[in-house]
């Protein structure tokens, strides 16, 4: 059963998104259009996040106001690119803990090797909110959630600016019980399994690498 796929399609993500897919962003464009796309993306992804209720007084009277219930939240960087959905998710939620997953694509066989892995303990009785920019083949984001699943987490989130079809369905199929928040959805990866249209190489883009 798939819980969900929530494309975020509020018309200020889209234009932001725009901007950020041209080529001739820059560095400095990027990374804050990356951050402001988070933060919108943040929002969905938490959007059911339990409330509870305290005394609270106004300057005009008392009232039992709305507070977040408690649920403990974990971000998980899936290195490099998750790097720039991370500030904005702390932004939100800055007593949040953090993990980091490192994976890098091989390019020839598309399969994702993992060269770092530090999350915090009680994984269990915590919402884990994934983080990678880029859902293509979908290989990292299985991985990735299947680490954190391995590490003993039981509500795993999956948050990324775009998603191919492909990607969506391998996740999916792999991870029915994990809700996936995205900015959009693309047509199609091409013959090196880059996301059409895409936006080229997410990390290369946000550390200004390409060529490197
Ligand atoms: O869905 P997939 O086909 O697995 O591709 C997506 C992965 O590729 C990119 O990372 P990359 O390996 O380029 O690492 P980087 O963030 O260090 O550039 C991206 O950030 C995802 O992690
Ligand atoms: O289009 C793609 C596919 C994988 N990784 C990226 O950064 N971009
Ligand atoms: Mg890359």
């Not at 998104?17 to 929002?43: D, H, M, N, P, V």
């Not at 998710?89 to 980091?100: D, I, K, T, W």
């Amino acid at each position: 059963m798939t819980k969900s796929v929530t494309v975020v399609d509020h018309p200020l993500v889209q234009h932001k998104l725009t901007l950020l897919r041209r080529k001739e962003a820059s560095t400095s464009e990027f990374r804050t259009l990356l951050r402001e796309i988070g933060l919108f993306l943040g929002y969905e992804a938490l959007r059911d996040l339990p409330l509870g209720r305290i005394q609270i007084e106004t300057p005009v009277c008392t009232m039992e106001a709305p507070v977040l219930a408690g649920k403990k939240l974990t971000f998980i960087s899936v290195l490099r690119a998750g790097d720039g959905l991370l500030g904005p998710m702390l932004e939100l939620v800055p007593s949040a803990r953090v993990g980091q997953i490192g994976l890098a694509r091989d390019e020839e066989t598309l399969m994702p090797t993992k060269y770092f892995f530090k999350v915090p303990q009680d994984t269990a009785s915590r919402v884990n909110v994934i983080l990678d920019p880029m859902l293509a083949t979908g290989h990292s984001a299985i991985r990735a959630v299947q680490e954190i699943k391995d590490a003993g987490a039981k509500d795993v989130r999956f948050v990324c600016l775009l998603a191919a079809p492909e990607g969506l369905k391998a996740l999916t199929e792999a991870h029915p019980d994990v809700p996936i928040i995205t900015a959009a959805i693309d047509e199609k990866l091409n013959e090196k399994a880059y996301i059409v249209p895409g936006l080229g190489d997410a990390g290369d883009r946000l550390f200004g690498t390409k060529g490197v």
